[in-house]
Each structure stands twice: as structure tokens, then as C-alpha cells.
């Protein structure tokens, strides 16, 4: 387990000479017409985690919700199904400009389709940084889980119980019996970082190290939390975090800035868009 303390401590030092080069480029691949909140919120959430350049790949439905909303992100507009999603072919100039990003996210909000299972292949397989697939990057790879070992080094891979239970082919109620278990056997075998989201979420990495984080809050079971917290984590892997401590560190500042948004809204009232403010208020009492 880690404190917020602790969390926090994670984050690269803000020397005053800084400039944006240091804090990391991030490539976000997320959104489809029907979903452009999800993409908005983990850029969001990406940026308000520290990550000194966040650029918004997706079809131009998306970017032009993103852009009425977010004035930080730059954006990459990539080609369209014909139903509202990235196609398939975007997966070249994804690569390309991959190779100038110290991190990626995907999967928020793209949708289920055969583009976003090529695509999800594609990067998996040619992305030269680290990678942390999220929603229907995880349906994508699900039945197809030797992609997982042809990443250039091992993905984060942040399933909740649906998703884990998509991918592994078990049962909600098995994983939920024994959820450190579940995700200690999925990330050795399978050579990645699982974040397995719950009202308590476990981080483990292929060497054998867990994470805990035991703090359950009904407000955040809503639409979109899972978006934020993908935001974060991926802000610090772009940030050069090591991937395990990136993830445990994300979710433990993503719980504690759950807590302080019911105090301040409601469990029932707050709502996932408030939870990267609330980050900056924690913070900030820790001196960053
Ligand atoms: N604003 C936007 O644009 C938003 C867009 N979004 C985008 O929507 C897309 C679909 O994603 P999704 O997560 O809503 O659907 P899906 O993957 O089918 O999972 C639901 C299934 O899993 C099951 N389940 C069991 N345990 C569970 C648990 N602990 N936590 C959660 N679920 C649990 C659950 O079971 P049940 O409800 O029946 O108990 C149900 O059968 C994806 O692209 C995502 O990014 C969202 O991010 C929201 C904001
Ligand atoms: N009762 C709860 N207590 C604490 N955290 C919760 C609770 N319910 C959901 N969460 C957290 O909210 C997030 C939900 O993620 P997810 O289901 O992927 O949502 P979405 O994809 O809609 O954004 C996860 O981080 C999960 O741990």
C-alpha cells in the first residue's frame, strides 16, 4: 500500500529551469463519436497529472468536442471508419509520431470493431515506448493475449472486473474472489502490469510486486472514473515512472482525490471531470 505521501514523492522533482521536454510527451489514442467524454477526460486527467506535452489522437468528432473544452492538448487527426471510429490505417502515422512520445494511451472510448482490434495489434506490436491499454484496448486484446508479450516491453493493462473477466475468461464472481490472486497470475503469465479495478484495486507487475488500494467510495462508481485514472497513470509512465509504481501511484491520487471531491460535492453529486482538480488541491498541501 501506498500513502498519498508516497504517491506523491513518485512524481519527478519540478526543477525551476524545467521546460516541457522534461515532463514527458504523451500519446493519447482514445474516442469514437459515441464516446468523445472518455477521450476528453483522460486528456484531461493526463495533463492535470503533470505531463509536460499531451497530444489527443483521434477522428475529428472527438477532437472537436476535446477542443471546445481543453486549450493544453495538441491534437492528431486520424482517419474514420465510416462509423465514428479510428480506422486501421491510422496504426502508421500512430507509429510514426509514437516515436517522438515517452509514453502511450489507448482504448478509452474507441469503440468495439475489427479497426480497433487491428489497431490495438498494431500498436501493441510497433509502439517504441510504453504502453497502457485501458476499455476496448482491453476487449481488443482479449482472446488474443500473445499480442500482450510482443510489446517492446510490458504494457499497463488496467481491466475493471468485466474487462478482467473478458480477458482471462473467467468468471466476475471467481476474479472477485480472489482478485490479488487473479492479477498476480495474469501479469507474471502474461509479462504486463495489471490494474485491476474495483472498490479496491490491486496493481500487480510481473515480478511479483503488489499494490493495494482499499478505499472504497461509492461516488466514484460512475461513468468516466475509469478514464481519469487511466489519464494519470499514463501521465506518469510518460513522465518516466517506473510502469508499477506509475499505476499504484495513479490510483492511490485518483482514490484520495475521490475522497476530497464527495467531501466537497457529494458521493452522489461529484462527478469524474472534478477528480484532476481535487489532484491539484492534494498536491499542493504536499508542496508540489
Ligand atoms: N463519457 C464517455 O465517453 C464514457 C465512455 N466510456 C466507454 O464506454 C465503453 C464501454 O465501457 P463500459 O465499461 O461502460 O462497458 P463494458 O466494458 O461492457 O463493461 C461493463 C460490463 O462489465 C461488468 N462489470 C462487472 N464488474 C464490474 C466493475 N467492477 N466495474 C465495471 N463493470 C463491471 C458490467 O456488469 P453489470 O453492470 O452487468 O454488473 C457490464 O457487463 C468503453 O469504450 C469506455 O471507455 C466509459 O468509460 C464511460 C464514460
Ligand atoms: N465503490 C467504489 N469505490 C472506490 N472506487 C471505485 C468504486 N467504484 C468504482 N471505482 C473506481 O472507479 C473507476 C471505474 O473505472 P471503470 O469501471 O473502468 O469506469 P469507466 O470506464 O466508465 O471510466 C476505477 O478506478 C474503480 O476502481
Known amino acids: 500500500m501506498l500513502t498519498v505521501g508516497e504517491a506523491a514523492a513518485l512524481l519527478p522533482a519540478r526543477n525551476p529551469g524545467a521546460h516541457k521536454g522534461n515532463f514527458g510527451r504523451l500519446l493519447i489514442v482514445a474516442g469514437s463519436a459515441g464516446y468523445t467524454g472518455a477521450a476528453a477526460l483522460c486528456t484531461l486527467a493526463a495533463l492535470r497529472m503533470g505531463a509536460g506535452i499531451v497530444t489527443l489522437a483521434s477522428v475529428l468528432p472527438v477532437l472537436a468536442a476535446a477542443q471546445a473544452k481543453l486549450y493544453e492538448p495538441t491534437f492528431l487527426t486520424l482517419p474514420d471508419n465510416g462509423a465514428g471510429q479510428i480506422a486501421a490505417r491510422a496504426v502508421e502515422p500512430l507509429l510514426e509520431r509514437a516515436r517522438s512520445a515517452s509514453a502511450l494511451l489507448m482504448g478509452c472510448g474507441l469503440g468495439l470493431s475489427s479497426d480497433g482490434k487491428a489497431l490495438?495489434?498494431?500498436?501493441?506490436?510497433?509502439?517504441?515506448?510504453?504502453?497502457?491499454?485501458?476499455?476496448?484496448?482491453?476487449?481488443?486484446?482479449?482472446?488474443r493475449l500473445w499480442l500482450l508479450r510482443e510489446a517492446k516491453q510490458p504494457p499497463v493493462l488496467t481491466p475493471h472486473m468485466g474487462e478482467m473477466a473478458r480477458l482471462t475468461g473467467l468468471d466476475v464472481e471467481t476474479i472477485q474472489a480472489d482478485p490479488r490472486g487473479c492479477a498476480a497470475a495474469f501479469a507474471r503469465e502474461h509479462r504486463c502490469i495489471v490494474v485491476l479495478k474495483d472498490a479496491d484495486t490491486v496493481v500487480a507487475a510481473p515480478d511479483g510486486r503488489i499494490f493495494l488500494y482499499e478505499g472504497r467510495n461509492a461516488g466514484m462508481a460512475r461513468g468516466g472514473s475509469g478514464d481519469v485514472l487511466a489519464g494519470f497513470a499514463a501521465s506518469l509512465l510518460a513522465q518516466g515512472?517506473?510502469?508499477?509504481?506509475?499505476?499504484?501511484?495513479?490510483?492511490?491520487?485518483?482514490?484520495?482525490a475521490g475522497m476530497r471531491c464527495a467531501l466537497r460535492s457529494s458521493k452522489v453529486a461529484m462527478l469524474p471531470h472534478e477528480l484532476p482538480e481535487a489532484l491539484g488541491g492534494l498536491l499542493l498541501e504536499r508542496g508540489l
Do not use: F, S
Open 120 to 143: 490495438t495489434a498494431g500498436l501493441l506490436r510497433g509502439a517504441p515506448c510504453p504502453l497502457l491499454i485501458d476499455a476496448d484496448g482491453l476487449n481488443a486484446v482479449a482472446g
Open 241 to 256: 515512472l517506473e510502469p508499477a509504481e506509475a499505476a499504484a501511484a495513479a490510483v492511490r491520487l485518483h482514490g484520495a
